[in-house]
Every structure is written in C-alpha cells, then in structure tokens.
C-alpha cells in the first residue's frame, strides 16, 4: 500500500514560482530514485528532474536552469522548486519513486495540475 502524494499545484503568471510536494507513505526505501515528471495536453510523459537517496540530481535541459529537485529523508518527501516559470510548463506533474535493481518497484503519485499564465 505504499502511495505517493503530490500537492502545490495552482495556477501561477509567467515569471512566477511554485513549489511542489511529494510524501510517500506505506514504506521504508532505500537505492532507488525519486523524481518529477510532467504531461502536457497531447503530449508524451517526460523527465522534469530526479534524486537519490544520496542527494545526486538530474535534470531535462529545459528546466535545468529553473528548477530544483530537493528531498527530505526523514519526511519521506521530495520536492520541486520552480522559478521562473513559462506557459510551456503548464502540465500535469507526476511523482515517481522507482527502483531498477531487485526488488524493483515503480510507483506513480495521482498528479497535481500546475498552469502558468501568459
């Protein structure tokens, strides 16, 4: 039963911030990565940014220069800063926690709505 779930959502103007919140619950994990994801109205689902345990990150191009993947341990939560944002960012923004060794596991949150306005 473990569920990931996101919060911090909303509408923002262009050139605006946003945080967003990710808690997993039902579990203790280790060696796997958390990360951000988004999905824009005909669009495929792609990588925003990811994080180890460890503290190492990873981010698409698009956003490497605005965004910052961060993570708390000990509240089993993830965050995503966004500044600057453009309306290019508008999407539904996924959490993800996946494991690629065994045990693997590959769990999705529900999704939080973030639109920026032009």
Known sequence: QVQLVESGGGLVQ???SM???????GGAFSGAKMGW???APGKQRELVATITSGGTTDYADSVA???TISGDNRKN???LQMNSLKPEDTAVYYCR???VWTPTYDYWGQGTQVTVSS
């Not at 945080?19 to 619950?25: A, I, N």
Request: hydrophobic share 25%.
């Open 14 to 16: 262009a050139g605006g």
């Open 19 to 25: 945080r967003l919140s990710c808690t997993v619950s």
């Open 65 to 67: 220069d605005r965004f």
């Open 97 to 99: 926690l996946r494991r």
């Open 77 to 79: 939560t993830v965050y």
């Open 37 to 39: 994801y988004r999905q």
